[in-house]
């Protein structure tokens, strides 16, 4: 004899109120999720590419420090030498992509 609690759990059984509550909650709760999700997705990036710049450039940090290089000077300093190296990519990449897309223009 199966009782009124097991009947309610009956995976065949039918769809009933409550049931169409709870996906009614949990459609409504996605559709949240969701929207909030692609209002946040700059934030998150931002905060992604963050965390593996810090994870990426610690190790060199930390070798300054071996070197008796207090962490903020050496944290400092790494992040000079990134922005140098960033600046120097872009100062040699810009003529020539410039140039290269001149040509191409002038082709078309």
Do not use: C, K
Not at 4 to 30: C, K, M, S, W
Not at 32 to 43: D, N, P, Q
């Amino acid at each position: 004899m199966a009782t009124a609690n097991q009947e309610e759990h009956d995976e065949h059984g039918p769809f009933t109120y409550r049931d169409a509550r709870r996906l009614l909650i949990l459609v409504v709760l996605l559709i949240v999720g969701w929207l909030l999700l692609r209002a946040l997705v700059a934030v998150l990036l931002l905060f992604g590419i963050v965390i593996l710049l810090a994870m990426v450039l610690n190790p060199l940090v930390v070798a300054l420090e071996r070197r008796r290089i207090p962490r903020p000077i050496g944290a400092a300093l790494v992040l000079i030498a990134l922005a140098t190296i960033v600046v120097l990519v872009v100062a040699v990449a810009v003529p020539t992509f410039t140039t290269e897309l001149q040509s191409l223009i002038q082709r078309l």
